[in-house]
C-alpha cells in the first residue's frame, strides 16, 4: 500500500532514518544503531542512496517514552528500519535543527533524501506495525530523488527538474509532495500548453484521487475536460471525475 493512502494525508515533511551498521559517533537504543546528528547519518547515506529518518523526542515527552520503549524496540520494526540511517534529536538540545525542520510538536517523524532534504513527516505517535508498514512501503533507494534534489539546490525554478520530482514522488507514492513539485513546475511555466499539460494535471488528479482527496480531484479533472474538449484522454478524465464526485458524497 503506498504511504500517502495507508496514512490518509498525513503532513508533508519527512524524516531521516539510516541503515546504520554501527560505529563511531552511533548512540545505541535498543539494537536500532541511531546517529546523533542528521550531518553525520547523510555522509554514509549518500554512499547507498538510502533514505533517513529522524526521530524528534523530548525527555518530558510521554508519547516518545512509548515509542522508544514499544516501537523502537520492536523485532519487525527494527528489520524494517535497516534500510534507513536513523537519527535522534533531542528537540530541547538541538533547537536551530527544530527550527530548520519548523518541528512544532513532539514526537516527530521526519524522512528525507540522502542529503536531509525532507520527503515527508509525521507527527504523534504511531503504533507499531502501522510504523513498520509505513517504513516497508518508503523508498528505500533515493538514488533519482537525491539527483533531482541537487539540481534544485542548485536553481530552485528549474522546470524540468520541479517536473521530473513530481514523477519521481508519485512513483515512490508520496502523492502530496508530489503535487507540490507539480504545482510549482505549472506556476513557473512547464506544460503551459498540450501534451505536457494533459499529464502533468491527470497526475496531480490521481495523486489526490489516491489520497481520498475527491474534491481537489474533481477540479483538477474539470479543468482538464475545459482546456482540453478534443483530447482522446477525455473519456479517462470522465470516469476518474466520477470516482472523485462519488468519494465526495461518501463523506
Known amino acids: 500500500m503506498r504511504v500517502s493512502a495507508m496514512l490518509n494525508v498525513l503532513p508533508f515533511a519527512l524524516v531521516t532514518l539510516f541503515t546504520a551498521g554501527g560505529g563511531t559517533g552511533t548512540a545505541e537504543t535498543a539494537s536500532i544503531p541511531w546517529y546523533e546528528s542528521i ?14 529518518m529522524v526521530d524528534f523526542w523530548a525527555d518530558w515527552c510521554a508519547p516518545c517514552k512509548v515509542m522508544e520503549s514499544e516501537v523502537y524496540t520492536n523485532k519487525e520494526f527494527i ?3 535497516e534500510q534507513f540511517l536513523a537519527v535522534r534529536i533531542n ?15 513532539l514526537p516527530t517523524l521526519l524522512f528525507t533524501d540522502s542529503f536531509g532534504n525532507e520527503l515527508f513527516r509525521y507527527t504523534g505517535a504511531m503504533a507499531t506495525a502501522k510504523l513498520t508498514e509505513l517504513l516497508r512501503s518508503l523508498p528505500h533507494d533515493v538514488t533519482e530523488i537525491n539527483s533531482l534534489n541537487q539540481v534544485l539546490a542548485k536553481e530552485k525554478n528549474d522546470v524540468n527538474a520541479l517536473g521530473a520530482m513530481g514523477k519521481a514522488l508519485r512513483a515512490a507514492g508520496l502523492y502530496l509532495r508530489s503535487n507540490e513539485y507539480y504545482s510549482r513546475a505549472v506556476q ?22 489516491d489520497v481520498e482527496d475527491g474534491k481537489h480531484a474533481a477540479e483538477l479533472l474539470e479543468q482538464c475536460l475545459k482546456e482540453f474538449p478534443s ?14 464526485r462519488e468519494r465526495l458524497r461518501k463523506k
Open 39 to 52: 550531518e553525520e547519518a547523510s555522509i554514509k547515506a549518500q554512499l547507498s542512496s538510502k533514505p533517513i
Open 79 to 81: 528489520q524494517a528500519s
Open 91 to 105: 528537540a530541547d538540545k538541538k533547537p536551530a535543527v527544530v527550527r530548520k525542520y519548523h518541528v512544532t510538536g
Open 188 to 209: 513557473r511555466g512547464l506544460g503551459k500548453t498540450g501534451e505536457i499539460r494533459q499529464e502533468i494535471l491527470s497526475q496531480m488528479a490521481a495523486n489526490y484521487l
Open 231 to 244: 483530447s482522446p484522454r477525455r473519456e479517462e478524465w470522465a470516469r476518474s471525475l466520477t470516482q472523485a
